[in-house]
Every structure is written in C-alpha cells, then in structure tokens.
C-alpha cells in the first residue's frame, strides 16, 4: 500500500474527513471531502457509504477530471461526485471541497436563508454573503449546476434541505471555512430566535472583501 502513487493524497482527504466527522460537521458516513492530486488532473475523494470511524486511506477513490471516472478504486466514490466535478471544472483557484451535513447551517438551509455578513471574520474567509443553491436530488448534475451559480466566487454555499459545501486552496483551508460557517450559523440561528440580527455595516464588507481577494490571490 505504501508503494501506491496517490498514497499521499489519500492519506491527506482521509486526514481532513475525520477531523470534519469529528468535530460534529456529519455523522456517520454523510459528507464527503476531495482534493485536486498534485501532477495529475485528478481529484482524489472520499467513497460511499463507509463510516469515518472504519475509513481508510485506501478507500479514498481517484477520478479523473476529464472522464469523471475513477482511475484507481476499491469502491465507489461519494455520490456527490458529480457536484465535485462541477465546482473543479468552474473554480480553478479551488485546490478542495468539503461538503458537511452540519446542524445549524442544515437549518438555514432547510429555512432556504442565506447566511448574511454578521461577523468580519466571515466576509475575510468566505468572501460575502453564503447563499443558498436551488433544490435538486442529491448526487445529480443539476445540483452541480446550482452549487457552483450559488456559488460564485465565494469559499461557500448552502444546499436547500442538505447542508453546505465549503472551497479552499488546500484542505486544510476547506475545513476552516467549513468549520467558521458553522460557528457563524449557529451564532446567525440563535440571534433570529432572540431578536433582529444586524448586518455589518458597507465599509467593513469591502474591508473584508479586499482581505478575501488578497488571500485568494496568494501564489500556491
Ligand atoms: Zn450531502
């Protein structure tokens, strides 16, 4: 197993899914991670239905961006495959996607409310407002088309009545995006049922916008 070309990339999505898994962002086996395989114009992601307790680096599939199929596997890839193609294929500066099932951001999505600019640190990491991609059954081309429009190019989006999908350069930046959306849903869910948010005033949205587009600006 140690001789396998991709053994690296494999071992990094399985690393970053169970830190997703356990911080609380999915359970069991939902959700799903990938990132772009250094040298080759391929994804590496998570597969289906295998729990993040049981997971292994092996289990990890390698598909091709061109052909969206697996180049090396044991097993199938997440289903969500086809929303990961779609993002890779429209957002060059996205080296990975963690998509999560997490609770409070799953509540505004189910609400079908964008999470609007209410902390600084949100408009610095995810570049605006995180709005909400039309519904379409999990897994199909037409959510791919959806998420990546919602998208734009922000570090994330909601999935009416599913969850999120966070970008970033590398996985480890995914994550942190994934993570900071959901404190900021949290923080968004308990002050609607407490009283009226307020959003940030115009000067730091462009504050923190130019601080989004330096970062994703950096060399990689
Ligand atoms: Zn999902």
């Known amino acids: 197993m140690s001789n396998d070309r991709f053994q690296a990339d494999r ?3 399985l690393f970053h899914s169970k830190r997703m898994w356990e911080a609380g962002l999915v359970v069991a ?3 799903n991670v990938s990132a772009r395989v250094s040298g080759h114009n391929a994804i590496a992601i998570t597969p289906t239905s295998v ?4 997971m ?3 289990q990890v599939v390698v598909v091709s961006l061109d052909s969206g199929l697996p180049i090396e596997s044991k097993v199938r890839p997440s289903g969500e ?3 990961h193609l779609a993002v890779y294929r429209h957002r060059q500066d996205v080296g990975a996607v963690v998509h999560t099932h997490a609770p409070y951001v799953s509540t505004l999505s189910v609400l079908r409310r964008p999470l609007p600019p209410i902390i600084d640190e949100m408009i610095v990491y995810f570049g605006g407002t995180i709005e909400v991609a039309d519904y379409a059954f999990t897994g199909t081309d037409d959510l791919g088309a959806n998420v990546v429009g919602a998208l734009g190019d922000r570090a994330g989006v909601l999935l009416s009545n599913h969850g999120n999908l966070c970008v970033g350069s590398d996985l480890a930046e995914a994550l942190h ?3 900071t959306m959901e404190s900021t849903a949290r923080i968004y869910v308990e002050s609607l049922r407490t009283g009226d948010p307020v959003v940030l005033p115009e000067e730091s949205l462009k504050a923190g916008r130019a601080m989004y587009e330096k970062r994703r ?3 990689r």
Do not use: H, K
């Open 11 to 13: 071992e990094s999505v």
């Open 217 to 219: 600006r950096r060399p």
């Open 81 to 83: 495959l086809p929303t």
């Open 51 to 54: 729990s993040y307790d049981v």
């Open 177 to 179: 995006v994934a993570l």
């Open 56 to 58: 292994t680096a092996d």
């Open 29 to 31: 086996s939902a959700g």
